[in-house]
């Protein structure tokens, strides 16, 4: 069984920086594509940024230049360092893997959630 926990959400002022992890535990071979996801309320899920298992990254334009996503496949932990926080980056955020679990199973997963709140 694998599982994910997300952390390093919290509060902060607006132009400041957070980096939000999101660790898979279990039997995994390896992380291929990853995203991450933020809600807020009265909005759908939206698409925030993704990194393919090849290695190419996609921004929404709102976060470009701003957000960073990686992933450090030693550890099975992927991370969105994100830098000049606005008010409007303010939601849940989620991850969600694609992981290869053995050489004929790839499976989808999400995190937990984790809030990320920007004060004006």
Do not use: H
Request: aromatic fraction near 10%; hydrophobic fraction near 35%; proline fraction near 2%.
């Amino acid at each position: 069984q694998v599982q994910l926990v997300e952390s390093g959400g919290g509060l902060v002022q607006a132009g400041g920086s957070l980096r939000l992890s999101c660790a898979a535990y279990g039997s995994i071979l390896s992380i291929n594509a990853v995203d991450w996801y933020r809600q807020t309320p009265g909005k759908q899920r939206e698409l925030v940024a993704a990194l393919t298992d090849g290695g190419f990254t996609n921004y929404t334009p709102s976060v470009k230049g701003r957000f960073t996503i990686s992933r450090d496949n030693a550890n099975n932990t992927v991370y969105l360092q994100m830098n000049s926080l606005k008010p409007e980056d303010t939601g849940v955020y989620y991850c969600n893997l694609f992981l290869r679990e053995s050489d004929r199973l790839l499976r989808n997963y999400w995190g937990q959630g984790i809030q990320v709140t920007v004060s004006s």
